[in-house]
């Protein structure tokens, strides 16, 4: 059995990590929504998961201000911030529910791109 459609988090966006710091923050503004995950495509069925407090935090590293030439930046530019959040996807028909979540729990952020 696959892994049932009510146990899917539908509180996300898609973007690629060409994908300006601008363009994430308004279309995570635009979901009116506090907490919605940041799914970066990486390509070749790999996709880092994060949300837009992760990415506020690696551009503080740079400058505890935030200045507005940072959001011209390309996620992919943020140093450190996709590899270590990147995962390969799981595909929803291929993986029984029970099974997804025993695999979130041993993830290091327990997210997994379905």
């Not at 949300?51 to 935090?57: K, N, R, T, Y």
């Not at 995962?87 to 327990?110: I, N």
Request: aromatic fraction near 8%; charged fraction near 25%.
């Amino acid at each position: 059995m696959p892994i049932a459609t009510s146990e899917l988090n539908r509180d996300f966006i898609v973007v690629d990590e060409w994908t300006i710091v601008r363009q994430v923050r308004d279309q995570v503004a635009a979901t009116g929504k506090d907490f919605v995950y940041i799914i970066v495509s990486l390509g070749r069925g790999r996709y880092a998961v994060l949300w837009l407090g992760d990415l506020i935090l690696a551009l503080q590293k740079y400058s505890e201000t935030l200045l507005p030439e940072m959001l011209d930046a390309a996620l992919g530019d943020t140093s450190d911030l996709l590899a270590p959040r990147a995962t390969d996807a799981v595909e929803q028909a291929d993986m029984e529910t029970r099974e997804a979540k025993r695999l979130v729990l041993h993830t290091k952020f327990e997210v997994a791109t379905v």
